[in-house]
């Protein structure tokens, strides 16, 4: 069974572009999550998808969107990117009724 | 509101020696339970998970936590550490099904000859 799949696995940005995310989930999973892993602040939740609804959000500005797709792929975008926004963003899926979370290797983003 | 402390940032252990990350919760009910491991630049691996039932749980690599309820505790422990073990270990915590998993700030470990 194939594991979550992220792309970019690297990305470069400049101050002001946009960036959009791709992560495609665990075959059968309903639910994506979306963490922004920095040396700082650690692991934080940025929002859930299941069945093509946002059904978390966590606290994160409105530059950070998402949405999914009927085949569960997931999508994440941050518009306006800061110089903060520079941080290893992880995808993670499961079936959505229970939390058992599966992670893909990340994309690491780099805005400068 | 939910949180995950673990305690240590940092820990250092001989290879071959015992090993015990400590991780405590804060929430009213039992939640889901979880350990996670990251090498460096890598997604998170799950290690083992804790739902119900038998509070010592087994997982890959050889590791095991124990759930203790009076101590809101779920510690992760290996008999034997291997070099291969050096890492970042993040417990978790799910409330619920529909809820998303919130996390420790992680134990990096190292590990020496």
């Known amino acids: 069974k194939a594991g979550v799949t992220q792309t970019p696995r690297y990305l470069i940005k400049t101050r002001g572009q946009q960036v959009t995310l791709s992560c495609s989930p665990i075959s059968g999973h309903r639910s994506v999550s979306w963490y922004q892993q920095t040396p700082g602040q650690g692991l934080q939740f940025l929002f859930e998808y299941f069945s093509e609804t946002q059904r978390n959000k966590g606290n994160f500005p409105g530059r950070f969107s998402g949405r999914q797709f009927s085949n569960s792929r997931s999508e994440m975008n941050v518009s306006t990117l800061e110089l903060g926004d520079s941080a290893l963003y992880l995808c993670a899926s499961s079936l959505g009724k229970v939390p058992e979370a599966f992670f893909g290797q990340g994309t690491r983003l780099t805005v400068v | 509101a939910q949180s995950v402390t673990q305690p240590d940032i940092h820990i250092t252990v001989s290879e071959g020696a015992s090993l015990e990350l400590r991780c405590n919760y804060s929430y009213g009910a039992t939640p889901y339970l979880f350990w996670y491991v990251q090498s460096p630049g890598q997604g998170l691996q799950l290690l083992l998970k804790y739902f119900s039932g038998d509070t010592l749980v087994q997982g890959i690599k050889g590791f095991e936590a124990e759930f203790k309820r009076s101590q809101s505790s779920f510690n992760l422990r290996k008999p034997s550490v291997h070099w291969s073990d050096a890492a970042e270990y993040f417990c978790?915590?799910?409330?619920?099904?529909?809820?998303?998993?919130?996390f420790g700030k992680g134990t990096r470990l190292s590990v020496i000859a």
């Open positions: 978790a915590v799910g409330p619920s099904g529909n809820t998303p998993l919130v």
